[in-house]
């Protein structure tokens, strides 16, 4: 018994690290510089000096570059084990909506549980199976075996020019709120549409998608990544 308590306690802390290790890559993609021990509690909500000992213990394993008040950095071997959970997370959402059926607003904590699993070989089984896939249901590039992420030319649809043929290619908010949103209104990854008008008044544009015509406000517009017309 108690060794089974000792496993499990080490994969609850491996997990944990991990999680760091997403948070500190995610966050570093607008704070190059170094990640602040205040930015990491919040995007994990807790303590600021239950970060302060997580970055130290990473940075004893050779994952993190800390020092106090300055921030933290990923080192390679820290930068290429959190490009691995998002890679297994975005995959298992693709899994998880695709084969499973999940809605898009529900995959999320399923998929966090899941990025955990370690195994290399049924990482690369999963991507196989599911055709290589370059996005996840939500519009994330998805790594491949070496850590590349697909390069996409995209714009926001806010600033897509008016009658052009494009399609969805990923969102900015991911709340629950506004995947229920695009759920409702027919709107995922992939779906193709036309930019038939941008009104002058507020914004907002209307999409002629198939045979119906939609017409999202300029806010909604703005958190949604679109094809530019050139790469269809």
């Known amino acids: 018994m108690r060794k089974y308590c000792f496993y499990i306690c080490r994969m609850a802390q491996s997990f944990t690290e991990e999680n760091y290790l997403k948070a500190i890559y995610k966050l570093s993609l607008r704070s190059p510089e170094g990640v602040t021990t205040n930015a990491l509690a919040d995007r994990l909500d807790t303590k600021a000096s239950s970060v302060t000992d997580m970055l130290r213990r990473l940075a004893e394993k050779g994952l993190v570059s ?8 990923l080192t390679t071997e820290g930068q290429r084990v959190a490009v691995e959970v998002i890679r297994k997370h975005r995959l298992w959402e693709v899994f998880l909506v695709e084969k499973l059926h999940f809605s898009g607003d529900a995959v999320h904590d399923v998929a966090e549980q ?6 290399a070989e049924l990482t690369e089984r999963l991507d196989a199976f599911l055709g290589r896939p370059k996005y996840d249901p939500h519009g994330g590039p998805i790594p491949d075996s070496q850590g590349n992420f697909p390069m996409a030319v995209r714009v926001r649809l806010d600033e897509l020019a008016v009658d052009t043929d494009s399609r969805i290619m990923g969102i900015t908010d991911h709340s629950a709120e506004f995947l229920g949103y695009l759920t409702k209104v027919g709107l995922g990854l992939g779906t193709g549409f036309k930019l038939v008008d941008r009104h002058a008044f507020d914004q907002s544009v209307e999409l002629q998608i198939g045979d119906r015509t939609l017409n999202l ?3 909604a517009a703005r958190n ?8 269809n």
């Open 66 to 73: 800390y020092q106090k008040y300055q921030g933290a950095m």
């Open 114 to 119: 899941l990025e955990h699993i370690s195994s």
């Open 217 to 219: 406000s300029r806010d």
């Open 224 to 231: 949604i990544f679109v094809s530019n017309g050139k790469s």
